[in-house]
């Protein structure tokens, strides 16, 4: 496409000028603003001052123009200064001159172009340094910031420790001041207890005083109280036996007590195959059958009846109470009635293995004894002897003698056989030896009945004399066990000579002995106990005041029917026999002085008594003090024993809150110590931040300073050039009135006009620079946590834009200013500017140094040929935007600059039209 069509108006050279932008292409490029000249040498000179990036030309047409004729073409006329002469000149010629002046100006101004791109270049050092200065100043802010905000930090943790701490310490005092309290009332508490504590053991000390005596007069009533009751015991105890006696008297009352015993079959019956005619059935009741026949039953009753199965101790226990009457005194006789080998010496003698009565009366004796040796103390003394065809018969005698045992009356109703052995028998050791001595000495012979039968009477009688210990009472009583001898019939046995001679004499004795049961029961005035030795011997015991006993035994074979019948008719005899109360055989001699001493301890008793009912008031009233004051002191006691209880748990809880405040206050050491370390570390940290502040702002202040310096010669250096420069356009300017007239001279004034601007503008750059450096100065020393918050937000607050804007503006507001209007403006602005940073914030005019930086270097960028973009781009990021304040202030700033640039044009202006005119 076709750019222009002529190139210099008055002299056309090119008539065209085509660009393309490939090569063979049908249309060329529409490109604005490329402006074409043509050099003295005839150089074509395209300038492309419209193109954005780089586009590439691969082809450009041009067209030389055509001559004109000689009548287009006008001359013009010059007048010579010196002689006013008018020098026609043509317009060849004339553009000759123009060319040379064009070419000498162009060459000026692209000195002056180069000159000031140096400047430019050393701005932008400058100001490259200030930026990394800035940089390192804002590092530093940063830094300080940090330290600052890290500070601010500490401050709050202290603040929150010092609250914690403040927390701590109340609670600490509040909890101080209630375990005080606390304490304060358990130490009252433990006081009131101790006090209590005392009284109360002040009360159990005089109870336990009181208590000594009282506890003394227990003893001893206590004592006095054992002793009556030790001998209400025994007095119980005597009276029960006594009872028990008495009971048993009762029963003896009257008749001879006839106990029958049965032995079982023995083996040759057995084999006999004789039958049972016992009938025990009703044997409890003192029953006994005999079966006569095999139709008829007898029946005959006794105290007792013992079937064959009953053995040696059922039949003692019956007897012992009788036995142990010898003791008390009275006399008594056993014996043992019955056929030959019916079991008589098995009951009283017995064997090893079954003992009999004589063993077990005997060990009953001793064994009684020994429970009453405190009362009453016995002598136990045994004899036995055997009648033997009517004669006595010692058998405890060591040596058989020729004199004859006689049996003889010692006081009234006692016997005596002179020259009998008594045995003295102190255990029952020396009763069997003694027993076994007699048993062995006894004449044992045989008959066509029982070849183991006896034919002798055998008698164990023992002597007991005994004295109540207490009473003083003195006894002499006789216990008489006798085996008898068989009472069998004489005809059955068909005993002849001596044989026949012993069983008569024992059919004598024992018809003697019926004869005095007879006699005792018909109570006869005389009994013939003398008509035979055995009852002679038993007349002390038989009968009269003593107690007897009847063992008749019995065989169950039917073979000693008759014999049984016989043997149980008399048995039933004697039973009928009232033999009336027995006595006691006491001493006479010995009873009178029982009596006395009977008397003596009555009356004793009897103050005793009196004594003791005294006592037992008087221990009565001292129980009921007692208790109530064992009463008390239980109490007293169990009050003590909570108070110490209590005390104890309160000492406990007392010791464990002082474990805790210990505790708890070695924690509030610690925690205090913390505190102050914190405190001083923060102190510390205070003191080198303030230090550090204080060598940054010196360092700052000093690199402002040496840069302020800096600026200062460099403007200096700047104004000697601008005025030099101003000369020199004077000069120009001159000239160009001088050549007002021609046609170029309007382009020229233009460009002019254009370099001008770029002046003012690099100007009003430097100044800005000069003025952000001593607002920086003026800001530096006094930092603030207030003015570094607000300068960081102004920084923030810039809007590019707006910026951008301005400089636009005040680039176009700037153009039609005049240079030398333009050096006064600056003056202005510093001036105005010094004022200001005084009283405006240091970023407002950092911020405006830097839109005015921009403006600048976007200018000469357009000098340079570069991408304005690119050289604000650089620009604006090393920089922060201002805020709307502070864009209002530098709008306000700029409008005041720009009137006095612009009334600085219009005078220009006018001045240069005057000049030219
Ligand atoms: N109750 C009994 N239980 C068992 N055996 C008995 C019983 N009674 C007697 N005997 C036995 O009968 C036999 C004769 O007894 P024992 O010699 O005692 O009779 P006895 O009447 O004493 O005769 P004698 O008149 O000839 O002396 C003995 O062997 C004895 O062991």
């Known amino acids: 496409m076709r750019v222009f069509d002529v190139f210099i108006e008055e002299d056309k050279v090119l008539s065209e000028l085509d660009i393309y932008s490939a090569v063979g292409a049908n249309k060329p490029l529409q490109v604005v603003n490329v402006r074409v000249s043509v050099g003295d040498d005839g150089d074509i000179l395209i300038r492309f001052h419209g193109i954005l990036g780089s586009p590439i030309v691969s082809g450009i047409c041009i067209k030389q123009a055509p001559e004109l004729p000689t009548s287009q073409v006008k001359h013009e006329h010059l007048i010579c200064n010196n002689c006013d002469t008018e020098i026609s000149i043509s317009p060849s010629q004339k553009k000759f001159m123009a060319m040379k002046f064009i070419t000498k100006y162009e060459k000026k101004i692209e000195e002056l172009n180069i000159l000031c791109q140096r400047k430019a270049d050393e701005c932008y050092e400058a100001w490259m340094s200030l930026t990394a200065t800035n940089q390192l100043l804002e590092k530093s802010r940063m830094e300080l910031d940090n330290k600052f905000f890290e500070n601010m930090c500490l401050d709050q943790a202290i603040e929150k420790l010092a609250a914690k701490l403040r927390d701590v310490s109340s609670q600490y005092e509040c909890d101080k001041r209630l375990w005080s309290e606390a304490l304060d009332k358990l130490e009252r508490k433990v006081k009131i207890m101790n006090i209590e504590h005392s009284q109360l053991s002040h009360e159990a000390r005089d109870c336990a005083s009181s208590t000594s005596k009282l506890s003394k007069m227990i003893f001893a009533v206590q004592a006095l109280v054992a002793q009556c009751d030790d001998l209400k015991l025994k007095f119980n105890e005597e009276q029960v036996k006594r009872k028990k006696l008495f009971n048993e008297v009762q029963e003896a009352k009257g008749n001879i007590r006839v106990f029958c015993r049965c032995r079982p079959l023995n083996k040759e019956e057995a084999s006999s195959g004789y039958e049972m005619v016992v009938d025990f059935t009703a044997a409890k009741d003192g029953d006994l059958g005999i079966l006569t026949n095999t139709s008829t039953k007898k029946i005959f009753k006794f105290d007792r009846v013992y079937a064959p199965t009953d053995d040696q101790v059922d039949v003692f226990a019956d007897v012992s109470p009788l036995v142990t009457s010898v003791l008390d005194g009275y006399n008594v006789c056993i014996f043992a009635y019955g056929q030959t080998g019916t079991g008589k010496t098995f009951t009283m003698e017995g064997t090893e293995e079954n003992r009999g009565f004589n063993y077990r009366t005997l060990?009953?004796?001793?064994?009684?004894?020994?429970?009453?040796?405190?009362?009453?103390?016995?002598?136990?003394?045994?004899?036995?002897?055997?009648?033997?065809?009517?004669?006595?018969?010692?058998?405890?005698?060591?040596?058989?003698?020729?004199?004859?045992?006689?049996?003889?009356?010692?006081?009234?109703?006692?016997?005596?056989?002179?020259?009998?052995?008594?045995?003295?028998?102190?255990?029952?050791?020396?009763?069997?030896?003694?027993?076994?001595?007699?048993?062995?000495?006894?004449?044992?012979?045989?008959?066509?009945?029982?070849?183991?039968?006896?034919?002798?009477?055998?008698?164990?009688?023992?002597?007991?004399?005994?004295?109540?210990?207490?009473?003083?009472?003195?006894t002499q009583s006789k216990l008489w066990l006798v085996d008898l001898a068989g009472s069998e019939r004489l005809a059955k046995t068909e005993v002849q000579g001596d044989r026949l001679k012993e069983a008569q004499y024992i059919n004598r004795s024992l018809s003697a002995l019926g004869d005095v049961i007879s006699a005792l029961a018909t109570k006869s005035s005389h009994i013939p106990y003398r008509n035979s030795k055995l009852t002679h011997l038993l007349q002390d015991s038989l009968g009269g005041d003593?107690?007897?006993?009847?063992?008749?035994?019995?065989?169950?074979?039917?073979?000693?029917?008759?014999?049984?019948?016989?043997?149980?008719?008399?048995?039933?005899?004697?039973?009928?026999?009232?033999?009336?109360?027995?006595?006691?055989?006491?001493?006479?001699?010995?009873?009178?002085?029982?009596?006395?001493?009977?008397?003596?301890?009555?009356?004793?008793?009897?103050?005793?008594?009196?004594?003791?009912?005294?006592?037992?008031?008087?221990?009565?009233?001292l129980e009921v003090k007692a208790k109530g004051k064992d009463q008390c002191y239980r109490n007293q006691q169990e009050k003590i024993n909570e108070l110490e209880s209590q005390l104890a748990m309160k000492t406990e809880l007392c010791e464990k809150l002082e474990n805790r405040l210990l505790q708890f206050s070695e924690g509030m050491k610690g925690k205090e110590e913390i505190c102050t370390n914190f405190q001083q570390k923060v102190e510390e940290l205070v003191n080198k931040l303030k230090e550090y502040e204080q060598a940054e702002s010196m360092n700052l202040q000093y690199q402002v300073k040496e840069l302020e310096n800096r600026l200062k010669e460099r403007s200096q250096g700047f104004e000697l050039h601008s005025s030099i420069l101003q000369q020199k356009i004077r000069e120009l300017e001159n000239k160009l009135t001088c050549e007002r007239d021609n046609s170029d001279s309007q382009l020229l004034q233009q460009k002019i006009k254009v370099l001008e601007e770029k002046l003012i503008e690099h100007e009003q750059g430097e100044c800005t620079l000069q003025l952000c450096s001593a607002e920086k100065l003026a800001a530096t020393p006094i930092l603030t946590t207030a003015s570094t918050q607000r300068r960081m937000s102004n920084i923030v607050d810039v809007d590019p834009p707006s910026q951008r804007t301005l400089g636009s503006s005040n680039r176009t507001r700037n153009q039609g200013s005049v240079l030398l209007k333009g050096t006064e403006s600056l003056r202005e602005l510093r001036r105005k500017r010094d004022i200001q940073s005084k009283g405006t914030e240091n970023n407002f005019l950092l911020s405006t140094s830097l839109l005015e930086k921009k403006t600048l270097s976007a200018e000469s960028n357009k000098v340079k040929h570069l991408d304005p973009s690119k050289a604000l781009a650089r620009i604006t990021r090393s920089t922060k935007p201002a805020s709307t304040a502070q864009k209002a202030c530098f709008i306000s700033n700029a409008r005041v600059n720009r009137d006095a640039q612009v009334t600085a044009v219009k005078e220009t202006n006018n001045k240069l039209k005057a000049w030219l005119r």
């Not at 000693?560 to 009232?578: N, P, W």
Request: hydrophobic share 35%; charged share 30%.
């Open 363 to 474: 060990q009953t004796l001793f064994k009684t004894a020994e429970e009453r040796k405190e009362t009453v103390k016995y002598d136990i003394s045994v004899s036995v002897l055997e009648v033997y065809n009517e004669q006595i018969r010692d058998l405890l005698a060591t040596s058989q003698t020729s004199k004859r045992l006689e049996i003889k009356q010692v006081s009234e109703g006692g016997h005596h056989v002179p020259g009998l052995v008594e045995a003295k028998v102190e255990n029952i050791k020396e009763v069997w030896d003694v027993l076994q001595a007699g048993s062995n000495a006894r004449a044992v012979g045989s008959n066509n009945v029982n070849e183991h039968s006896s034919r002798s009477h055998c008698m164990l009688c023992t002597l007991v004399r005994a004295r109540n210990l207490v009473t003083g009472e003195c």
């Open 546 to 621: 003593s107690k007897t006993l009847m063992f008749v035994q019995i065989s169950p074979s039917k073979h000693d029917l008759g014999e049984t019948i016989s043997s149980l008719s008399f048995a039933t005899r004697v039973r009928g026999v009232e033999l009336g109360p027995a006595k006691k055989q006491v001493d006479m001699v010995e009873l009178q002085k029982l009596k006395m001493t009977l008397d003596k301890a009555k009356q004793e008793l009897k103050s005793k008594d009196d004594a003791m009912r005294k006592l037992q008031e008087d221990f009565h009233i």
